[in-house]
């Protein structure tokens, strides 16, 4: 388990950054979104695949179900010795002495560039609160959906179209292209996600099935255009860390949400947490184009 906590670590940005960045080398990272959103289908599609293997893991047992998942960390090990990092950015430092002031060096100016950049900044804190309160809406239907009469021996294979719903986002958001504006884009995928989360606790099964899908698919979309958006912005030699503070800024809003999300379900029910969370998020996305607008007009003065 401490192997794969490092490995979720370590990934963290790296994907990204190397898929970007050898896309630029290539001269295509014009395609980086259709790429990306062909990464997010393969990966929420083999979310389902892995729904529909907990009976077997069950089956299998705790010992061999480990073991499944070394021999699967393995073999992802032994092709990952088969990239290489494209030629951009500094060269790595030779030695532990070079490493440690050029580290210091790196957090420095990655810190500069945040400052530097608040839309950066603010374009990670909405995909931060986005992701955080569609993941707590899935988490959130589960009981929902028994509470409305789902069987408990459908409930596996209902929760397992959902991944579906967001490889559907992903699909659509490669195909996009930059035929759109990213901000728009960006405020529709916040604002699906909320309306959807809102709707999710509507006291109808086939309603609540379907709201909770939406959110789903608005939020793969979101993932893929707001990924290509910032590594657009971001230098290459410090693309990685950056998309690492993206996803801490996800870990970020986990923090809070959490136990309000909890606190709500317990005050309101299940439903009424859905509803409160998803109007959360819809007041974050109206304060935060208020606020836009407002800069815009003191600009203009």
Request: with cysteine; aromatic share 6%; charged share 15%.
């Amino acid at each position: 388990m401490g192997l794969s906590a490092l490995s979720y670590n370590l990934i963290s940005g790296t994907r990204e950054a190397i898929t970007y960045d050898s896309l630029l080398q290539a001269g295509r990272a014009g395609d980086y979104e259709r790429v990306a959103g062909r990464m997010g289908v393969l990966y929420r599609v083999s979310a389902v695949g892995c729904a529909l293997c907990a009976g077997a893991a069950l089956a299998l047992g705790w010992r061999l179900a480990y073991l499944t998942d070394f021999a699967a960390a393995l073999a992802g090990f032994v092709l990952a010795l088969g990239l290489a990092e494209p030629p951009h950015g500094q060269a790595a430092p030779g030695t532990i002495r070079e490493f440690r002031p050029r580290l210091r060096q790196h957090v420095a100016e990655t810190g500069v560039f945040l400052r530097q950049n608040p839309a950066a900044v603010e374009k990670m804190l909405l995909d931060g609160a986005c992701g955080c309160c569609a993941y707590f809406g899935g988490q959130l239907l589960q009981p929902r959906l028994m509470e409305l009469g789902l069987p408990a021996g459908l409930l596996g294979p209902v929760l397992a179209l959902l991944p579906l719903a967001g490889a559907a986002g992903s699909a659509l958001a490669g195909r996009m292209g930059g035929r759109f504006r990213f901000r728009n884009v960006a405020l529709l995928c916040a604002a699906g996600i909320g309306g959807s989360l809102a709707l999710a606790g509507a006291p109808v099964l086939s309603l609540a099935l379907a709201a909770g899908a939406a959110a789903t698919f608005w939020d793969g979309v979101l993932e893929v255009k707001m990924t290509a958006r910032l590594n657009r912005d971001f230098p290459s030699d410090r693309r990685a860390t950056l998309v690492s503070v993206q996803s801490m800024a996800y870990s970020l809003a986990m923090l809070p949400v959490s136990p309000l999300a909890g606190a709500l379900c317990d005050r309101l029910g299940y439903s009424g947490g859905m509803a409160a969370l998803g109007l959360g998020l819809l007041s974050l996305v109206a304060a935060g184009i208020a606020a836009h607008r407002c800069r815009k007009g003191r600009k203009r003065e």
